[in-house]
């Protein structure tokens, strides 16, 4: 088989970390967006389904072999590379290269996936790989036979292999009204996180905006991200955040020690840090993340 997508992106741009989103790798730093045309799923609430469900031969590309990415990533003043916005997975073989080239020269590789990857090739891409946003779309399977033609089981066994690897990993839940709101589907969610993964793993509670195939259904209230958040809180996970609400005090890092701020924001940008090496800097709490 050959890969039609190799050394072919159609998006090469640098952003800030936190638009990932990574709350906990270098904060206020800036990385190079890659992503190529496909996907494995076929999910219903896309945010990307004009490249996600596109063929390689749909969207403009580059031609873009993985040193120049990774020559790219320096004249950005990047200091890593995320795979990102389709599916990661999909082009494995150029990421991996990619990836190897970049900690060659001294960048982080991070990854957005929905997780969808025999435990094989992972392993192999753990080698390269520092940190990994994955999105755990729902915490059932009907959920991920119905609106994303895929499985959860396989995603839960990626993230506990990741983890094994000492891979950094934080998690994204998108929050859709109907669909994956329940309290129950989220607090049995979190308690698997915990258990499995560990109190301080990071989780994003995403805000829907109608989309795609789901553009009437309406917007996620902000009180039921904030309920999720609590529930979260309440049941041991140390650092939850609510996503695409910007000002929320839920965008902002807490430290579990004291509680105070130890990395604010305001949008996607980092407006303050109290870190040092990697600790609060008011009470020497460890905080869990990359942060050189």
């Not at 990385?31 to 990307?48: D, H, R, W």
């Not at 916005?85 to 290269?97: G, L, R, S």
């Not at 900690?103 to 080698?127: M, W, Y």
Request: proline share 7%; charged share 20%.
């Amino acid at each position: 088989m050959y890969s039609l997508v190799y050394g072919n992106p159609c998006v090469l741009e640098p952003y800030p970390i936190e638009r990932e989103p990574f709350f906990h790798v270098l904060p206020g730093s800036r990385t190079l967006s890659v992503s190529t045309a496909g996907c494995s799923f076929q999910c219903m609430f896309c945010e990307n389904w004009e490249i996600s469900q596109a063929f390689p031969e749909e969207v403009y590309s580059y031609g873009m072999p993985p040193e120049i990415v990774v020559k790219k990533a320096k004249e950005a003043g990047a200091r890593s590379i995320a795979y990102t916005y389709a599916e990661p997975t999909i082009f494995c073989e150029y990421m991996a290269d990619v990836a190897s080239a970049a900690r060659k020269a001294g960048l982080l590789n991070v990854i957005h996936s929905n997780g969808f990857i025999n435990e094989g090739p992972l392993r192999d891409l753990c080698t390269v790989l520092d940190a990994a946003q994955i999105d755990v779309k729902g915490f059932s399977e009907a959920f991920y036979r119905e609106l994303c033609d895929g499985q959860l089981a396989p995603v839960l066994a990626a993230l506990k292999v990741m983890k094994a690897e000492g891979i950094h990993v934080e998690i994204t839940n998108l929050v859709i009204p109907t669909k994956n709101d329940a309290l129950s589907m989220v607090k049995e969610m979190c308690l698997w996180i915990k258990g499995e993964l560990g109190a301080d793993t990071p989780i994003h509670f995403s805000r829907f905006y109608p989309l795609h195939k789901l553009r009437r259904l309406p917007a996620t209230p902000i009180s039921t991200l904030e309920r999720a958040r609590a529930l979260a809180l309440s049941v041991g996970l140390t650092y939850v955040y609510i996503g695409r609400v910007p000002g929320h005090e839920a965008w902002n890092t807490y430290c579990p020690g004291c509680g105070r701020v130890v990395i604010k924001r305001t949008g996607y940008m980092v407006a303050g840090t109290h870190l040092r090496e990697g600790t609060c800097a008011y009470c020497g709490y460890p905080i869990s993340g990359l942060w050189a």
